[in-house]
T-cell receptor, first 109, second 115 residues
Framework: GQQVMQIPQYQHVQEGEDFTTYCNSS?????IQWYKQRPGGHPVFLIQ?????EVKKQKRLTFQFGEAKKNSSLHITATQTTDVGTYFC?????????FGAGTRLTVKP | NAGVTQTPKFQVLKTGQSMTLQCAQD?????MSWYRQDPGMGLRLIHY???????DQGEVPNGYNVSRSTTEDFPLRLLSAAPSQTSVYFC??????????????FGEGSRLTVL
């Protein structure tokens, strides 16, 4: 079945440093979504990528979808303490979304 | 709109007990799903539904039953709880079950402990 792998599992950065999380699928994806979950909260949608090679930006966040539509990345420039949380990618299978294990980001002020 | 509402928020069960986690959405979403979240394992799909009267299994369906009698409600039943079902459960919905549809809306979660 479809597998979505995400690395790293944890990342601790100093405030102001950059952060990147990577997502890889065993199969070609029709789209990929990214979610953020604050500690103690529920996942909240960030963005959806659909096209091969697509790049989207949201302020300090940059999302990429690979040319083969099997991998994706989320890059945060100059992290802030408000970026703390777990970031999940989710790949679209037949009728469901399969999530990666998430990358937990902590930011030291 | 309340969005996706889950009840209860917390529950403690003894092994072998049964219970139902409730999920309701008021956005007229056709697609609804249940995930469980365990440390280091992300969100794993238990069951999902693409519309009233239609359900299907996800990655980890064993020990759980679902039904979808209305568009709004998608309860998750544990018939005989086991300690391995200790987890945080999230219900999620989205607009339509098509291929390039939008975001999942999550409920606030239900934390279940099975002793």
């Amino acid at each position: 079945g479809q597998q979505v792998m995400q690395i790293p599992q944890y990342q601790h950065v100093q405030e102001g440093e950059d952060f990147t999380t990577y997502c890889n699928s065993s199969t070609t994806l029709s789209n990929i979504q990214w979610y953020k979950q604050r500690p103690g909260g529920h996942p909240v949608f960030l963005i959806q990528l659909v096209k091969s090679g697509e790049v989207k930006k949201q302020k300090r966040l940059t999302f990429q979808f690979g040319e083969a539509k099997k991998n994706s990345s989320l890059h945060i420039t100059a992290t802030q303490t408000t970026d703390v949380g777990t970031y999940f990618c989710a790949g679209r299978g037949n009728n469901d979304m399969r999530f990666g294990a998430g990358t937990r980001l902590t930011v030291k002020p | 709109n309340a969005g996706v509402t889950q009840t209860p928020k917390f529950q403690v069960l003894k092994t072998g007990q049964s219970m139902t986690l409730q999920c309701a959405q008021d956005m007229n979403h056709e697609y609804m799903s249940w995930y469980r979240q365990d440390p280091g394992m992300g969100l794993r799909l238990i069951h999902y539904s693409v519309g009233a009267g239609i359900t299907d299994q996800g990655e980890v369906p064993n020990g759980y039953n679902v039904s979808r009698s209305t568009t709004e409600d998608f309860p998750l039943r544990l018939l005989s709880a086991a300690p391995s079902q200790t987890s945080v459960y999230f219900c999620a919905s989205r607009r339509a079950p098509g291929r390039n549809t939008g975001e999942l809306f999550f409920g606030e979660g239900s934390r279940l402990t099975v002793l």
